[in-house]
C-alpha cells in the first residue's frame, strides 16, 4: 500500500476527486498485487453484539470491497441474518485509515474461484482444517494432522464470497505539522457527497 505524504489528498487545499474510488485506487495496491491488504471486518453477531476480525481484501471496484472465506465461518452466518458490514484498513506506519460500510451481496463464483487461486497454501489449508474438532486436540496431534493434510481444490459449498457495497467512505490522514483530518463520503441519489471531518 502507497506511502502517505505531506501532499495527501485528505489534506490537500484542491477539491477532493469527487468519487471516493479514485482515492480508494491511489491508496489501496490493484488487485493483481499478491500483497493483499489486511482489513478489520466488523459485522453485527447473531446474538445481536458486534463482531470482528482481520481477513484479506481480495479486490475492490465500483461495485465494492470483496473478501472470501469459508462458508462454514461464523461471519457467514451473520451476513445471512444482517447483510451490513464495515472494514477498516490501517497502513502499518499508522498514517492512514480507510472506513467502508454498508451492504453486503454476494460475490460472483468466477471471482471466488480465483481469490482462491490467489491464497497462499497456509490460508487454503487453514480455510479446510480450521474447525473446533481441531482446536480441542493436543498441540502434537494438531501439527501431525497440518503436516499430513493437503487442501483439495476449491468447490463452491466450501469457498464463498462477499462484496461489501459502500454507503459510506472514510478516509483518515495523519500529518506531522497539523491535526490528522479524514474525508467523509456519503452515497446519495445523484452520486457522492464529500466533507472533511476532524481526525
Known sequence: MSDAGHADPVHDDAPPP???????????PPDDDPERPRVTLSTLGT???PDARTVLLSAFDETGFAFHTARSSRKVAELAAVPRASIVVLWP???RQLLVRGDVVPDGDAA???AWVARPEYLRRLAWLN???LAGLPQAERVARWAAFSAP???ADSWVGFRLVPREVTFWAAAADTASRRLQYLRTADGWSCRPLPG
Open 47 to 49: 446474538d445481536g453484539y
Open 93 to 95: 506506519d499508522f498514517s
Open 153 to 155: 481444490e476449491r468447490s
Open 18 to 28: 469527487p468519487d471516493p474510488f479514485a482515492l480508494a485506487r491511489a491508496w489501496l
Open 131 to 133: 474447525t473446533e474438532e
Open 112 to 114: 471466488a474461484a480465483a
